[in-house]
């Protein structure tokens, strides 16, 4: 069992940057692959970005790529997504998740652990 408790949401202006922090209890998280997934009212979950254990194979959603960066330190348990130049579009609850699979899958189904969410919110 993992328990991961995101923060660092908050309202910030369009063009701004945001850090997303996960923090992760429980088994060994360093085995799991990290996923960053967001939910925008009345849309469904989507992804955002994920990260293998070791840190050495990202993925990231197109809508993201080059904004955001996804990255964790395994000796903290804590995970990250640096959000950079953020856009109104970008509003959402963003929830981290753990794959003990350990891949880099943009599906909701591959992730067996959910943290409860952080709202961020980006003015125009």
């Known amino acids: 069992q993992v328990q991961l408790v995101e923060s660092g949401g908050g309202l910030v202006q369009a063009g701004g940057s945001l850090r997303l922090s996960c923090a992760a209890s429980?088994?060994?998280?360093?085995?799991?692959?990290l996923g960053w997934f967001r939910q925008a009212p009345g849309k469904e979950r989507e992804f955002v970005a994920a990260?293998?254990?070791?840190?050495?194979?990202?993925n990231y959603a197109t809508s993201v790529k080059g904004r955001f960066t996804i990255s964790r330190d395994n000796a903290h348990d804590t995970g990250y997504l640096q959000m950079n130049s953020l856009k109104p579009v970008d509003t959402a609850v963003y929830y981290c998740?753990?794959?003990?699979?350990?891949?880099?899958?943009?599906?909701?189904?591959?992730?067996?652990?959910w943290g409860q969410g952080t709202q961020v919110t980006v003015s125009s």
């Open positions: 429980g088994r060994t998280f360093g085995y799991y692959s």
């Open positions: 990260i293998t254990w070791s840190g050495s194979i990202t």
């Open positions: 998740a753990a794959d003990r699979s350990g891949t880099t899958s943009s599906s909701r189904l591959a992730y067996d652990y």
